[in-house]
């Protein structure tokens, strides 16, 4: 099953990636540090609508399955088939996984869940820092206190945003409730994070653009999800960005 997060100790046997293999994005299961709990996504390799949506981490076995919960969308259990292909994206660390999949057991004892196929290979993608990726989402900040700002997020990474409004939304140092519609791949996601204000200055005036005030916020404890969800859409971005420059 899942590692401790807490023992820092190697297994007789067991390496732990190097940097070359993380750049390489070619790992095997065990060496990626998952945790039970963890919130994965899969994507039906099917006309399933919608075609992807989150489970939780239950447990592994080398070489044997990953264990995960049935997926349930919007309050309804999804019928998923033996044999049904997937793939898994994951975020741990810093670095974004993806690995295929297929149910190899589907069961409702004790409770439902699913046995999916161990993979051979995990492929990685690391993500350095905290990347920006350029957007332009429309947002709704909640300032500490109740007061709400209409607001565009410019750009986004996993540690924060840069949101753009018509007025200043609060000071630095504030707490704000930030909540947007993201889209990846074919479904949409809603967002809800806690952020602190860490920056505030006003945007130069241009004849297409008004007078605006930039607003730099840091994400404060983002779930897996939550995490996950950016991640794929940076990737998803930067796929786009390179396939427009081809």
Known sequence: MSRNPDDKSTKPGKTEPTSAQRE??????DQIKL??????????????????????LIGYLKSQSVI??????????????E???????????????AFTSSAKRVTNTPYPHLHLTYPKEVRGMVVRGSPRGRINIICHATIEGGCGHACIARDIS???ALVAASEKIGDVGKQLMLK????????????????KIRSV????????ETLTMLHGLSFEELTSQDTLVISTMLYQNMISAQESET
């Open 68 to 81: 995960v919960t049935t997926p349930i969308i919007n309050g309804t259990m999804m019928l998923v088939r």
């Open 35 to 56: 945790n039970i709990g963890d919130s994965i996504q899969l994507q039906f390799q099917s006309d399933i609508e919608p075609s992807r949506c989150f489970v939780t």
């Open 24 to 29: 390489a994005g070619a790992l095997s299961l």
């Open 158 to 160: 996993i540690g924060g």
């Open 180 to 195: 947007f519609r993201v889209k990846v791949g074919d479904a949409e996601h809603v967002l809800a994070l806690g952020c």
């Open 83 to 97: 044999g049904q292909d997937f793939v898994i994206r994951l975020f741990s660390g810093k670095s974004v996984y």
């Open 201 to 208: 200055n006003a945007s130069r005036s241009t004849e297409e």
